[in-house]
Structures are given as structure tokens and as C-alpha cells.
């Protein structure tokens, strides 16, 4: 024996990779056959009599009998080349019966061999020779062509083939049920969608000789999206069905369809007579039963409610037309009883080799066994059963049975949706006789024999669950009703509730999708469910029947099984889980199935002995063999089915395929006996490391490797430790966790808190399963195929693992911490028993006398010390690489990570045993608040090691560092601070002799004395160390061990602390930066009242910019705050929205208002709230202010004192009214003046508003007035006493007198604003104006610019880019010191300009205030013609106070008035355009300095239109009598108006050039042209209005002149020269053309802000020109 298997190493063959080795049976003396190859092989399939091997490289052999070959091959045992293939790469290979199939890399599928039923998809032959293309054409595809669907692999049956799409969808062509398509006709020539399968996630597929097995992905909640079927598209019924019981709804989702054939569209009528719709049938054929007639609702007991029996009216309106199709246990081989086409074939072509007499006896025969076998199947049988009438029999013992064969069967199929309506215990009772096992499937749980009675019993003929963890299913189904759409809502609340209990007890250990992050694109799910459908004559489709099913039909028991790979015989099927077992269901004829039951229509766990675990399977026609693990790093094979004699073969299986139906048991006696469970096969151990195995036909194929340089070993050391762990892990949550989960008095024995630690436990426990679980399917895969390196999912994603590993270990760490395992050990007694020798076994602990709570910490930090194995064995695999290869780095790196990780949970679990010690001993009140599931003990001073400097001598001073927090106690109290917020510095020994910590807290400062430099160091380390692992890792310490550790942690951090002791912060929560135990830099400061303070902090107090919010308890808002703090106040610029809805926008000092400020009140919804802007004085308006009254229609503008009108000011009023003058107690009180609109003038004394009082004169506005004593309201009736006087015609100017004296009684301009310019002042460092240092201002001003800008960028969307750029521009600090020459004078104006126009620059805030105060004082009520003097002089009032700061930053500027000197050369160009004018005589020519030349360009357009419309009023009559004489005589043409205003004939122009006819022409002018004479002249005039400041209108008038000169020098051809005569006609015809409408206005403006020095000048001169036209105009006479 020995020396035969050795040559079938030796022969020669080099290669060390995917060996081949054949045999058949399994007696002692086979020895396996090695097949030599060219290259490793990768994958071998095989059918009845042949097989096909793929090697690597990706060619295709055939070897065996190969009867559709044209040539016969000379030796058929012999591997011959398919050449067909070659030039395409192929990826797999599959094998039917005498068929065969091939899968290209870019997945186009290949058939060959036997087509006789279409099996190769191509129509029109019956053998196929050589590999074929054939196509998947997807015809719902919108694209023209069709798109050709690639595959990623087949499986080939008797008479079809199964392709699984790229897309995961199953394509079929074929003939027969098994196809699983609703053919009307077989063969199925072109490969179809299984559309009853469409929008699952496939996995794989699997064919035996007439059914199929698909393994598909369960939905989880990554499926979400598909939209939602509510009616099956078969059968109609709806998929969700609801039943009401009395006091609540049981939702069910386990419709299926009985034979899922569709029902035609006369769905219940009687007219079709023929069932064999579509079939050509002639009237004397005898019609058999076949699969598509209509009746299928009988076939098999439908799942309908339990509360509704369906099946028999629908049988009985139909049975008249049909036969009806009842439990027909038909043989397994395709007999014309079952297909279209088998039907077809008895009408005519006789193409089947099967004899149909053959085909009904072996019917009849099965019909009789079943009666026998079936009782309560044949009682519903006999209903079913056509009578000769071929009508239902109408007995009422059929009907009955009828209905309790369907209710039996509705039972069975929804265990999970009625045990609502029974009672849970009763339910338990009935499935689980007592005494039986209820963890479902673990390995090593035997059937228990009772209850295998009585489910053969009961469940015959149904969908029935196998072994299940009944409770398990049940609340598993039972998430899935819940889960359905749309269905929640009428599911009562008392439903909910009972779901709710077991609901929750699953969850904790079986989590669904999403359990390891990216597990679905990472790693094989374990999720899965197998579907079945085809021929179930020998039970081989699992769903606890032999009937037949047309379409998949989910196996229910194998749900929650993590089948990972399933197996087709000829006649048996199989599945292989995750956790190494098999379930085999089917034929058991040869103990093919490795189990007793014989046959097994629900799937059952193959006998093995305890710790064997299967990792592949294949199952031939009678036999199965599987791959498992054995005690040594070798696989195993072991082999379960007939024997196999030498020489009887081909006679054996002729004989077979004859006698299919019938006699098995002869066939096996001469066969040569079988076993009784699976046998081991004693040569396995010298074929080397097998890496898969294949059965077919009657032949076994073993793929094995040579260990080369270990790596193989290694590989399967690494795959077997995995499969290992992962039984073991389910072991321990079968037979420990789920139990004590299930515990009804868990909760209370434990405690909330604990009980809540243990679910995150068995939550975390049940993640490294459920991974451990997918990894392991993995590797088992990459053994299968590639056994490489690359496919090795633990070195790309090693952090998946120790995410995983590092959560679980921190659970245990919590769970043991809180004294969770003390609190277990009564519950686990109680389950257990007293002697713990399943927690003894399970946890592999060796040592004698351990308590359960012990043995329960060893058990549950089991699993931590797989990490080192991890290491070790990646460590084994890197060691058969090269050093500098890729895959030894890859190795090695994934390696040492795991050695990390196993350092720090080896430093986790000591923390965790040291804290759990140190709570024993640890007084019992305290440990209750400072026990914590995640706080460790780091180190304490029970040693006297650390105490408190100062302390009594009776105190107790005991220091507790934990890892989140230091503990402070003394004899009943306890302190604790948080780490994040703790500073700690050795104090220097030197000056003490003491071993001193200071430990810094927010609220207090502790010093420590240690007993020696040791413990000071020691603790000064731990504490440090301790802090920043709180700070950086929330105290999951990432570091492994101490080897790089910083020396201290930074003293600038962020942290959240809560204050408690009394004063301004109690209880109040800061989340932000800190500095030294300080708050420092941006946080957030909520206190428990409401208020929250949002912004900047320094050394502990608000500083900087912030916000706050308080809440205003009577008015349920908020007043809220934003602007700038200093030491904890509000202090400088910030707007205050107080909760009444006032606003104050101004200066804070100290926490109040103080400065200048703007108050805005009234009712938020009014869109102009009275407004208050004006100093303020700690709080109170005091000193000057503008308060626009909105309620009263007034104005004031004056002083104030604590919030009253004191001191001087003026009234205006919407009205026209005008006061000015004293008030006193916030009434006008003394002496004032007041005028009405009409100018009637009252000058006296005052009492009140508008309440004269005294002595006073009353002026009319003829000039009237009245002398003496007044009394009475203004308007309302005045008491007077006294003279009236008429004055004389000659004092016709005592009204001017009267105009005049206004603005004597108010404040002057100078006293107006101060605050406005304190501010500026102040922000350039200056106590008082001028007083300072410009370069100390400079750097202000950099400063200020600098920091807003920042505060900006935070916000960009603030700032546009030219912006931005202006910024920048303006923090470079000028030349400011040196003498001052035009060059200078000019860069001086431009920064101005610039910084006057961003309010971040000191000048441009003031000038910004300076507007708004303006604006609010003279718009409005305030824009009275009265007013307009004081707003002039206020103006340039504003003028020479910002003149004070420019030449305060400039301080080598000349003073108002002082000269520049302009250099030479700039002369002649300033003087060519009009070197008419300069006098060769003319002094040095020089730059006078003013503040209007330097400022008023800036300031000016930003206060234009209040003061324009002053002026436009104050001007408005003699405006009026200008503009009426401009319409008359603008009426006139040029020459008529040239004549009238009398300008000499030579200036009139005869002709003006054309502005339409060819250039150069002129065009004569005629009597009635009309505004063409000094046309340009005029149009330049005309921009006056759109110019602002005094100098830009003169130059306005200037270059009017200038065009009027030009002209006219252009007709008279020669210089000249004006004199006033000859010139003042021509202006004043311009003037007049120009129409300026407010001319009176501009000409005021320009007198009252001209620059004096310019008055005497040419400008002085032209501007008076201009003047007198005004006059002249008004006064003019048209005669």
C-alpha cells in the first residue's frame, strides 16, 4: 500500500502545485491515481463518465468518455486538449452529465457534449463536439443591440445548465422544472433570467441531475433600495398577508408559490378545456398530468392563513377542466409526467430513451410507498386524487381532510408568525419535547430522537424547520415581519411589545448587515440563504416534501445557518456552513448523506465525530466527500456513499440508469455495500496538503500542493486556527452566552448598569464571531483557488481586525471592572450546575480550583489571545519569503501590528485586574460614585506616599489617579478632578528640601509633598502621562507602552469643565482653550441660568470679541450681545439686542454703556424705531445727543443729562415747527426761540413744550410783533399781555436781523460729538486729543488693521478680493515723518482716501460714525431749511477736528492755511492749457494746505444728500422764481436769445459745425435753430449737479469758461481777450440753455464751503460770474 501510493508521487512529473490524484469507493486497498499534467491544476469537474480540468494558465482538458467527439480518442483515460479554447483565457470550468462548460476571463460562456434537452444552449444540435460561445442576451436591456450579460460561473445538471451573471442574477437554458423559468415549452434553446430570483445577490449555484441549489445573500438593509413587490407575479397572492386575532395582527411574509407556474389570464374560468396550455395535444392523446396546468393551488397544501382554506373552492370551480395535478411523487428521471417537452415527445417524436409505460409504473410504485409511508400526507392525497368523473370528489371526508392538509401545512410554514396566538410556552412544548437541546446547531448537539419522531411526524409534507433554535428563528422571523414597508402602522402595540422581548435577546449576538465596517464589500457575507427548486421526488430540495417545484423556494430551515458553499448530487444535496458543518438532505439510498434518515427531505448535520470540521464538499452520484480538518495541520478526506467495485462499474451504472426509479436496494447489495456515516480515507495523509476535492459520476479527484518551503503548511495553519477559533467562538455563545442572556431574572440579578455592560459585551462578542466567521470563509476560499499571499484579507485590513479585537477587550475590561463577573457567577451556578466543567472545558484552563467568576474572566479573554496567533502564523508565512520582496514587508508590517496590539491588551487586561483589586479594598460608599465601567486605576498613595502639604494631623489624605481623573479623599469625602483639566510642575527642591507637586486645577491650587524623589517622580510621570492620554485619546491610549511618551503634556489645551464652587461662575460649564488652569483663547461658557457667552477669553475672564446671551424671564427672549470684552466686561464697540427689542449699537465700558452710541426702540415690526445716537455716561445719555421721537413726529438735538433733555438744543418737528433754545428736567424750560412754518416767530420765555410762560416777543411774518407777557401752548390759544407794534416800511430788514439771530441758543458745532472723536483718539492711543505719540499711534492703527482682518477672514464671504487687497495696502505704515513736498502731500491724500473708506481703520470708523450721526440728525423731520446753517458749520466743524488727527499722524504737515512749495517744472504744464492766464510777473507758485482741500473730497459725498436737500429747501422760493423766468425764455431760439441777452454779433456763431453731415461741413445757422450755439459749453455746465465738493463744481465752471473761449476764439480766428462786459452775456445765455433746475443751491453750497484761499483767485472770480447769472436770471424782465 505504502509503495503504491509513493509512485503515484514518484513518476516523474516535476511541479509542486495542484497535483491530481483520481480513485473510486473508499475500501482499504484503493490507491488514488495521480494524472500527470503539464501544468498545476486548478479546478476539475466532473459528470456521469467524464471530466474537465482547468490548469493554470487557463487551458482546458477533457478526459473519460467522450462520446460527442467526432474523432473517438484513442485513449479515453488520457487528458486531451480542448483546442477550441485555445487563445481565450478560461477562469472556470463545470461538468453535467455528459455535458460540459467553460467560463472565459472576460466572461463568455462555452459549451460542448450532450444536447439532446438544450443543455448547451445552442438550438438545432444534438451533440455539441467542441467548445461553443453561446450568449446571454439580456433582453429587458433598453440598448440595441442587447447586451451580452458576462458570467461568472456554471453548473451544469443532467439536461440543463445554470449560469450566474456578473450582475449576481441566475440565467438557465435546459429542459425540465429545474430550470426554474416558466417555460411553456422545453427544451429552453437561449439562456433566460430565473426571473423569481431577480434582485437578489447570488451567490452561488449548484446542479444535481434534476434540481438546483442556489446560495444567495440574505437582504439585508444594503438592499434597501429595491423598490418593494407587494403581489407575487406568479400565483397573485399577496407576499405579506395579515390575520387578525382578537386583540392583535400577525404579519407573515412566508408566502410562496406552490409550484410558482403562472396561472393563465382566464385565471378561475371554465372555458380553456385543454390544461396543456400551449402544447399541441390531439383529442385522443391521454392527457397527463403536467406542470402547467392550472391548478397548481392544490399541488401542494398552500400556505394560505390558517384562518382561510383557499384550496378547496378554487379546486372544486376548477377541477371540471383539469386534472388535477395532486401530490404526485414522480421519479427522478424526467419522465414525460413532468416537462413540456417530455409532453411533446409522447406526442409524436419519440426522442425520449425513456418508455413512458416505464415512466407510469414507476409512478404508480412511488404512489404506493408514500401511501404507506405518509398517512396523514395520503389522507390529504385521497381528497386531492382526481375521481373518474374527473371531477373533485365531493365527500365530506375529502373536503375535511382537504382543510387539514392545508392548515397542518400553514402551520408548519409560519411556526414563527402564530406562536403570537398560542401561547409562547405551549408553542415550545409542542416542538421542543423536554429535554431537548436548544442551541441550535452547535456542533456536537445530537438529534434528539423523540423529537426527530415527531417531526417526521407532524411535519411530513411541509416546510419544516430541522433542529433549529426555534427561539432563535422565531425572533428572527419575527424582525423580518417587523421590518416589512408600511405595515408597522397597523401592528398593535401589544404586539410590539411581546416582539420586543426576544427581539432583543437575538440581537445582542447576531448582528445583521453592517456588523464590521465595509463587511459587505470586504469580506464573504454569512448571511445567506439557500434556494432550491426542481424535482423533489427523493426529498433533495429540502423543503420538507417530495413534491416538485417549478421555482426557487427559500430552504427556511437553513436559514441563520451561514451556509457558505452548497453541493449538488445526482440525487442529494448538500451545504456547508461557516462553522464547519454539514447539512445533507436528498437520497440517502448509498448513506451518501452521512447520516441515517433515509431519504431526508429537510436538511440534517452529517454525522462526524466531535472536532472534525469541514471546510469543501462534493457530492458525485451516490457519494459524497468531504475536506476537513483533522488534530495535525493536514487535511483530512473523508468519503460517505457506496462502494465502488472494480470491474462491476460499467455494468453497475448501465444498470443504474435503467432502473433509476425503482429497486435501489438490490442495486446497492450488489454494488458492494455502503457506509453507515462518513468513513475516513487512511491514504489522504499521503497525498499531500489537498486544497479541494471533486466527486462525479462514480469517481473521486483529490487537488493537492507539495509544502513547498512551508508556505503551504503555514497557509492551511492559518486557515484550519481560524475555522478552529470560530467553532470555538460559536461554542461559547451557544452554550454560555446565549443561555445567561435568556436568564428572565438576568436584569435584576445583575443591575441595570452591569446587565447593560454584559449586552455590550455579547454585542461586541458577537461582531468578533460574526467576523472571525467571515474571515475564516475567506481563507477556506483563497485555499480553495489561489493560495496566495495577495488574497489575504487580514494584511490589507488588519485595522478591521484590531478595531474589532480592541472594542471587544474594552468591554471585557468594563464588564470585569464593574464587578460584572462576581455578579455572574450565581446566574452561571444556577445554569451550570456546581461543577464548572463546560466553563473548565470551554475556556481551556488548566488549573484545579478556580472559582466561576475566574474561570469566567479566563473564558471571556480567551479570544485576546488570538491576536497571537495572528502574529505567529503571519510571522511563519513572511519566513518563506525573500526579505526585500513585497509580500514579506506586507507580512511583517501586519505582523508586528498585531504583536502591538496584543502588548497593549496585555496592558489593558493588567490595568483592569489592578483596578478591580483596588475596589475591594476601597471603602464601600465611595466606590459606588467613583466606580466607572471605563475608568482604570493608574496609581494611589495608600503608601503614605503622596499627602497634602499643611494638613492636620488627624486628616486622611488619600490620592487616587485613574485615567480620566485624580481623586482627592479624606475621610468621608471625596474630591475629584478631571484630568483634561489638570496641570501639574514639580516644585524645585533647592529652596525647600521638600519633595513637592503642584497640581493646578481651575478652582484650586493644591501642593502635594512626596516621600521621596522616587515617588515624586513617579507620580509626576503618571500624572502627565495620565493627562495626555486623557487629552489625546479620551483615555484609549494609542501608544503602545511608553516608549516615545512626551515629557509633559502642553499647558495650552482645549476642555470641557464644569464650575463649582460660589461666585460669578457657579455651576457654570466652560468648553474651550485653556492656559495654566485658566480659560484662555476661543471657548464657550454656559451657566445653568441660560446665559452663554461665546468668544475670546484671557487668563480666565472674557477678553477679546464674544458673544453673550442672557434670557429675559418676563419676556421669555433673550437679550443678546456681540462685540468686545476686557477682563471679563463688555468693554469697547458692541451692539446689544435687549429682549424688549431695543438695540443699542455703541461703546461698552466696564461692562455698560459709556461713550458714544446709538439706541434704537420701538416696536420691531415699525421699519423706523425711535433712534437715539449720542454720548453716553456709565449707562445714562449724557452730554450731546440727536433723539428722533417716531411716537411724537420730533426731533431733538441738544444735551442731555441722565437720560433728560438739560442744557441747550433744538426741536424740530414734522409740522415745520422750530425751537431752539433752554431745557431744563427734560422739558423746554427758559429762554428759546420758536418759528412756525409761516416764520412766525415767538422769542421769549418757556415753561414746558411748546408752553410759552413770560415775557417774549411775537413776530408776524409781514413784521408785525407783539411785546409782553405771554401764556399758553403754542397753537391752542395764547393769553397776552401787551403792545403790538407795526413797524415802519423802512425796517423792512428787521426779518432779516430775525433769520440771523438763529442758532445763537443752541449747542454749538465745536461742543457737538465729542465721544465720536474721544473714540478715535483713544484708539490711537491718546488719553486727549494730541496728546501722545504718532509712533505708538502708527503701531494702533497696524494693530487694529491687523487683528479686524483676521477676525474677518474667518467669515471671508465679508470680504471682497480688491478689498482684501486695500487691507493689506493700509498695514504698511507710510512715510510719516520728514518735510512734506507735493510728492508726499499727494501720497498723504491717497491714504487717506483709502483708509477713510474700510471702518477697520481707525479714520474710516470715525468718518463711518460721522456720517451716521450726520445722516440721523438732518434726515427725516430733521431735514428743516432752518437747520441748514448749523449743518454747514457742523461740517466744518468736522473738518478741522479730523484735520487735528491727519497732521497729529503727519506732524510735519503744514498747519490750515500753511504753504507747500511746488517745484518749477510742474509749472509750465499745469499753465499751458490756459497760458492765456499766466502772467509772466506771477509769484512762486505754491500749495496752500486746508483741511477742505485735503478732507472734503472724502467727506463731502458721503454727507451730500442731507445737506443738498437743506440747502434745496432753504433756497426753495428764489429757486422757484429762477426756474419759471428759464422755462420762458428757454422758449426762445439761439439767435432771438443771443439778441435778448444782448451779446455783441461777433460772438454769435453764423454756422456750428454739423453734427450730421459729412465731417468738416458746417451748417449755417438759421433764425429758428435751437440750442446749438455753445452746445458743448453748455453741456459742460451741465455736470455741476453731478459733482460734490465746492472745488469740483469751480473746476466745472472753469472748463465752461474754457469751451465758451474756444469757441468763440474759433470764430473770430485771432487771440483774445475777455473783458466782464463782452464775457457776461454769453455765460448767462449758457447759463440759461444749461438749465440747472436747483442753480440757487449749488451756488449757496459752493459760497458757504469754498476753500478761503481759493476766494480772490481765477475760480473766485469765475464763481462770482456764475452768481450774478443766478441774480440776474431771477430779476430778469421779458419784455
Known amino acids: 500500500m505504502e509503495t503504491q501510493s509513493k509512485s503515484s508521487w514518484d513518476d516523474g512529473s516535476g511541479g509542486e502545485r495542484g497535483l491530481l490524484h483520481s480513485w473510486k469507493g473508499y475500501s482499504y486497498s484503493i490507491t488514488p491515481e495521480r494524472l500527470l499534467l503539464p501544468r498545476p491544476v486548478l479546478q476539475v469537474a466532473l459528470g456521469s463518465q467524464h471530466g474537465v480540468l482547468l490548469v493554470e494558465g487557463g487551458q482546458v482538458y477533457s478526459f473519460g468518455e467522450l462520446p460527442w467527439k467526432q474523432s473517438q480518442v484513442p485513449e479515453p483515460a488520457k487528458p486531451t486538449l480542448e483546442s477550441a479554447l485555445s487563445g481565450q483565457r478560461v477562469v472556470t470550468v463545470a461538468a453535467g452529465s455528459f455535458h460540459s462548460g467553460a467560463v472565459t476571463e472576460d466572461g463568455g460562456v462555452h459549451m460542448w457534449g450532450e444536447n439532446s434537452a438544450g443543455q448547451c444552449g445552442l438550438s438545432g444540435l444534438s451533440t455539441v463536439p467542441n467548445p461553443t460561445p453561446v450568449a446571454l442576451q439580456d433582453l429587458d436591456s433598453v440598448t440595441v443591440p442587447p447586451q451580452t450579460v458576462p458570467v461568472l460561473e456554471l453548473a451544469c445538471g443532467e439536461k440543463h445548465t445554470l449560469a450566474l451573471s456578473v450582475q449576481r442574477e441566475v440565467w438557465a437554458w435546459g429542459s425540465g422544472c429545474q430550470l426554474g423559468l416558466n417555460a411553456a415549452v422545453f427544451p429552453v434553446w437561449k439562456p433566460q433570467k430565473v426571473e423569481h430570483l431577480a434582485g437578489r445577490y447570488v451567490l452561488q449555484v449548484a446542479c444535481g441531475t ?93 400556505v394560505a392563513d390558517p384562518t382561510s382554506v383557499p384550496s378547496q373552492p378554487q379546486a372544486s370551480e376548477e377541477g371540471e377542466a383539469s386534472l388535477v395535478n395532486g401530490m404526485l411523487q414522480v421519479s427522478d ?224 430551515s437553513l436559514n441563520n445557518k451561514e451556509v457558505v458553499r452548497v453541493a449538488a448530487g445526482a440525487h442529494h444535496s448538500l451545504a456547508l456552513t461557516a462553522q464547519s458543518q454539514v447539512f445533507s438532505w436528498g437520497s440517502n439510498s448509498s448513506g451518501q448523506l452521512g447520516h441515517m434518515e433515509s431519504p431526508s427531505t429537510v436538511p440534517r448535520l452529517a454525522k462526524l465525530s466531535e472536532g472534525i470540521r469541514v471546510w469543501d464538499v462534493s457530492a458525485g452520484e451516490r457519494h459524497t466527500l468531504l475536506l476537513a480538518d483533522g488534530d495535525c495541520i493536514q487535511p483530512i478526506i473523508y468519503y460517505s456513499g457506496q462502494q465502488v467495485k472494480e470491474g462491476e462499474e460499467e455494468g453497475g451504472n448501465e444498470k443504474e440508469l435503467h432502473q433509476q426509479g425503482g429497486g435501489e436496494e438490490e442495486e446497492e447489495e450488489q454494488a458492494g455495500g455502503y457506509t453507515q456515516q462518513p468513513v475516513l480515507l487512511p491514504f489522504c495523509m499521503n497525498l499531500g496538503y489537498v486544497s479541494s476535492v471533486f466527486a462525479g459520476g462514480r469517481r473521486c479527484v483529490a487537488v493537492s500542493d507539495r509544502n513547498v518551503m512551508g508556505f503551504i503548511a503555514s497557509l492551511h495553519e492559518l486557515a484550519s486556527a481560524e475555522r478552529r477559533f470560530y467553532c470555538k467562538l460559536c461554542n461559547i455563545k451557544s452554550q454560555i452566552l446565549r443561555p445567561l442572556l435568556e436568564l428572565e431574572s438576568l436584569s435584576s440579578a445583575l443591575g441595570q448598569v452591569i446587565f447593560g455592560l454584559l449586552q455590550t459585551l455579547a454585542n461586541r462578542f458577537g461582531r468578533l464571531c460574526h467576523l472571525t466567521g467571515q474571515h475564516a470563509t475567506s481563507l477556506t476560499a483563497s485555499l480553495r483557488r489561489c493560495r496566495e499571499v495577495k488574497s489575504l484579507l487580514i494584511l490589507e485590513h488588519t485595522s478591521i481586525f484590531l ?119 476601597f471603602p464601600g460608599k465611595m466606590t459606588d460614585s467613583l466606580r466607572k465601567p471605563y475608568r482604570r486605576l493608574i496609581c494611589e498613595s495608600s503608601n503614605k506616599g503622596l499627602t497634602l502639604q499643611n494638613a492636620g494631623r488627624f486628616s486622611v489624605n488619600w490620592f487616587i489617579l485613574f485615567n480620566d481623573v485624580l481623586v482627592h479623599a479624606q475621610f468621608s469625602t471625596h474630591h475629584i478632578f478631571p484630568l483634561a483639566t489638570l496641570w501639574v510642575e514639580p516644585i524645585p527642591e533647592e529652596d525647600t528640601g521638600l519633595y513637592g507637586l503642584k497640581v493646578i486645577t481651575p478652582e484650586e491650587t493644591l501642593t502635594l509633598l512626596a516621600s521621596s524623589p522616587m515617588e515624586k517622580t513617579k507620580w509626576l510621570r503618571s500624572i502627565n502621562q495620565a493627562v495626555d492620554q486623557a487629552l489625546s485619546g479620551k483615555g484609549q491610549d494609542v501608544a503602545s507602552g511608553s516608549s516615545v511618551q512626551k515629557l509633559e503634556p502642553p499647558i495650552s489645551r482645549t476642555a470641557s469643565y464644569t464650575f463649582y464652587k460660589e461666585g460669578r461662575l457657579k455651576d457654570a460649564t466652560y468648553e474651550g482653550r485653556w492656559l495654566s488652569g485658566k480659560p484662555n483663547g476661543r471657548g464657550v461658557l454656559k451657566w445653568s441660568d441660560g446665559r452663554i457667552y461665546t468668544g475670546a477669553f484671557k487668563n480666565g475672564l472674557e477678553d477679546g470679541f464674544g458673544e453673550f446671551v442672557a434670557p429675559n424671564k418676563t419676556l421669555n427672549k433673550n437679550d443678546h450681545y456681540q462685540g468686545y470684552w476686557k477682563d471679563g466686561k463688555m468693554h469697547g464697540l458692541g451692539t446689544y439686542r435687549y429682549a424688549s427689542g431695543e438695540v443699542y449699537d455703541g461703546s461698552f465700558q466696564e461692562g455698560v454703556r459709556h461713550g458714544h452710541g446709538m439706541l434704537r426702540s420701538g416696536k420691531l415690526n415699525t421699519s423706523s424705531p425711535s433712534v437715539f445716537i449720542g454720548q453716553w455716561l456709565q449707562d445714562k445719555k449724557t452730554g450731546y445727543g ?76 409781514n413784521g408785525d410783533y407783539l411785546e409782553g407777557s405771554f401764556n399758553g401752548e403754542w397753537g391752542s390759544g395764547l393769553k397776552v399781555t401787551g403792545s403790538y407794534f407795526k413797524p415802519h416800511l423802512f425796517d423792512t430788514d428787521k426779518d432779516k436781523t430775525q433769520a440771523m439771530k438763529l442758532g445763537h441758543l443752541c449747542v454749538c458745532a465745536e461742543d457737538k460729538w465729542p465721544a465720536v472723536f474721544e473714540e478715535c483718539w483713544s484708539q490711537l492711543g491718546c488719553e486727549a486729543p494730541g496728546r501722545g505719540e504718532p509712533e505708538k499711534a502708527w503701531e494702533n492703527i497696524a494693530v487694529a488693521l491687523t487683528t479686524s482682518r483676521r477676525h474677518i477672514l474667518d467669515s471671508p464671504e465679508v470680504l471682497s478680493r480688491s478689498h482684501n487687497k486695500m487691507l493689506e495696502s493700509l498695514e504698511v505704515i507710510p512715510q510719516h515723518v520728514g518735510p512734506i513736498t507735493m510728492d508726499r502731500y499727494n501720497a498723504i491724500r491717497l491714504y487717506l482716501i483709502k483708509a477713510c473708506d474700510t471702518p477697520l481703520h481707525p479714520l474710516g470708523r470715525l468718518l463711518e460714525t460721522l456720517v451716521a450721526v450726520y445722516r440721523m440728525t438732518y434726515v427725516g423731520v430733521g431735514a428743516n431749511r432752518r437747520l441748514l446753517h448749523q449743518a454747514v458749520s457742523e461740517i466744518k466743524s468736522y473738518l478741522n477736528r479730523i484735520f487735528l488727527i ?108 454739423a453734427s450730421l453731415p459729412a465731417p468738416g461741413e458746417k451748417q449755417q445757422v438759421i433764425s429758428s435753430t435751437k440750442d446749438a450755439c455753445f452746445a458743448s459749453a453748455v453741456e459742460t455746465l451741465q455736470q455741476i449737479s453731478t459733482t460734490f465738493t465746492p472745488s469740483d463744481k469751480l473746476q466745472v465752471i472753469q472748463l465752461t469758461f474754457e469751451e465758451i473761449t474756444q469757441e468763440v476764439q474759433a470764430l473770430l480766428k485771432q487771440d483774445f481777450l475777455w473783458s466782464m462786459d463782452d464775457l457776461f452775456p454769453v455765460f448767462l445765455y449758457v447759463v440759461l440753455r444749461a438749465r440747472i433746475r436747483n442753480l440757487g443751491s449749488e451756488v449757496s453750497l459752493i459760497e458757504d464751503l469754498m476753500d478761503p484761499c481759493v476766494q480772490h483767485g481765477e475760480h473766485g472770480i469765475m464763481f462770482t460770474t456764475l452768481k450774478a447769472c443766478y441774480y440776474q436770471i431771477q430779476h430778469e424782465k421779458v419784455t
Open 210 to 302: 434534476s434540481h438546483s441549489l442556489a446560495l444567495v445573500r440574505c437582504l439585508g438593509s444594503h438592499d434597501g433600495h429595491r423598490p418593494h413587490v407587494d403581489k407575487c407575479g406568479r400565483c397573485n397572492e399577496l407576499l405579506y398577508t395579515m390575520t387578525d386575532k382578537e386583540d392583535h395582527v400577525i404579519i407573515s411574509d412566508s408566502h410562496y408559490c406552490p409550484l410558482g407556474v403562472e396561472l393563465t389570464e382566464d385565471d378561475g374560468k371554465l372555458e380553456a378545456p385543454n390544461p396543456t396550455t400551449g402544447l399541441k395535444t390531439s383529442p385522443s392523446e391521454p392527457v397527463l398530468p403536467s406542470y402547467t396546468s392550472k391548478s397548481e393551488s392544490l399541488a401542494a397544501p398552500t
Open 333 to 556: 428521471s424526467d419522465t414525460s409526467a413532468l416537462s413540456g417537452a417530455e409532453s411533446d415527445a409522447v406526442a409524436g417524436a419519440k426522442s425520449s430513451p425513456y418508455p413512458d409505460e416505464q415512466a407510469v409504473k414507476d409512478y404508480l410504485k412511488k404512489l404506493s410507498d408514500n401511501t404507506q409511508t405518509d398517512t396523514q400526507a395520503s389522507g390529504g392525497l385521497n381528497a386531492l386524487l382526481p375521481s373518474t368523473g374527473g371531477l373533485m370528489s365531493s365527500t365530506p371526508t375529502s373536503a375535511l381532510n382537504n382543510l387539514v392538509a392545508s392548515c397542518a401545512s400553514a402551520v408548519g410554514g409560519r411556526v414563527a408568525s402564530t406562536y403570537e396566538a398560542l401561547s409562547l410556552k405551549k408553542m415550545m412544548n409542542f416542538y421542543l419535547p423536554s429535554g431537548a437541546s436548544r442551541s441550535g446547531g452547535s456542533p456536537g448537539v445530537v438529534d434528539n430522537s423523540a423529537e426527530r419522531v415527531r417531526q417526521e411526524d407532524s411535519m411530513q409534507g411541509k416546510k419544516s424547520s430541522s433542529t433549529g433554535d426555534i427561539r432563535e428563528e422565531e425572533a428572527e422571523g419575527l424582525r423580518r415581519r417587523l421590518s416589512l414597508p408600511g405595515l408597522l402602522s397597523q401592528v398593535s402595540p401589544r404586539l410590539l411589545r411581546k416582539a420586543g422581548r426576544p427581539k432583543m435577546r437575538a440581537v445582542a449576538l447576531t448582528p445583521l448587515g453592517g456588523a464590521v465596517p465595509e463587511d459587505h464589500e470586504v469580506l464573504p457575507t454569512l448571511q445567506t440563504e439557500v434556494w432550491s427548486w426542481g424535482h423533489g421526488e427523493h426529498g433533495q430540495l429540502g423543503h420538507g416534501d417530495n413534491l416538485a417545484r417549478l421555482q426557487p423556494l427559500c430552504i427556511k
Open 803 to 921: 478595531d474589532c479585537y480592541n472594542d471587544y477587550c474594552s468591554a471585557v475590561g468594563n464588564f470585569q471592572v464593574m464587578g460584572g463577573f462576581q455578579a455572574l457567577t450565581k446566574p452561571s451556578i444556577d445554569l451550570f450546575g456546581k461543577g464548572p466543567e463546560l466553563l473548565q472545558k470551554l475556556s481551556e484552563c488548566g488549573e484545579e480550583n478556580l472559582t466561576t467568576a475566574d474561570l469566567l474572566v479566563v473564558l471571556f479573554y480567551l479570544p485576546a489571545r488570538h491576536l497571537h496567533e495572528y502574529s505567529r502564523l503571519l510571522l511563519k508565512l513572511a519566513t518563506c519569503f525573500e526579505v526585500c520582496s513585497t509580500e514579506y514587508q506586507k507580512l511583517q508590517d501586519s505582523c508586528s501590528k498585531f504583536e502591538a496590539s496584543v502588548l497593549q491588551l496585555k496592558r489593558k487586561r493588567k490595568e483592569a485586574d489592578y483596578t478591580v483589586h483596588f475596589w475591594k479594598i
Open 1186 to 1261: 440727536v433723539f428722533d421721537d417716531i411716537t411724537k413726529g420730533e426731533k431733538y438735538m441738544g444735551m442731555w443729562q441722565d437720560h433728560q433733555r438739560q442744557g441747550t438744543g433744538v426741536v424740530v418737528t414734522q409740522f415745520g415747527l422750530y425751537y431752539e433754545g433752554a431745557f431744563k428736567d427734560n422739558k423746554m424750560m427758559g429762554t428759546g426761540v420758536l418759528l412756525s412754518e409761516d416764520d412766525t416767530t415767538y422769542e421769549g420765555e418757556f415753561s414746558d413744550d411748546w408752553t410759552l410762560s413770560g415775557k417774549g416777543v411775537l413776530t408776524m411774518p
Open 1446 to 1553: 491727519v497732521r497729529f499722524l503727519f506732524p510735519d504737515l503744514p498747519e490750515e492755511g500753511g504753504v507747500i512749495p511746488e517745484p518749477t517744472t510742474d509749472l509750465q504744464e499745469k499753465n499751458e492749457p490756459n497760458s492765456t492766464d499766466a502772467l509772466p510777473e506771477s509769484p512762486k507758485p505754491a500749495r496752500v494746505v486746508s483741511s477742505s482741500a485735503l478732507l472734503l473730497p472724502v467727506l463731502l459725498p458721503r454727507l451730500y444728500p442731507p445737506l443738498f436737500t437743506l440747502y434745496a429747501l432753504d433756497k426753495e422760493r428764489e429757486d422757484d422764481v429762477y426756474w419759471e423766468c428759464v422755462l420762458r425764455l428757454n422758449k426762445q431760439p439761439d439767435l432771438a436769445l443771443l439778441a435778448f441777452l444782448g451779446v455783441q454779433q461777433k460772438f454769435w456763431p453764423v454756422s456750428i459745425p
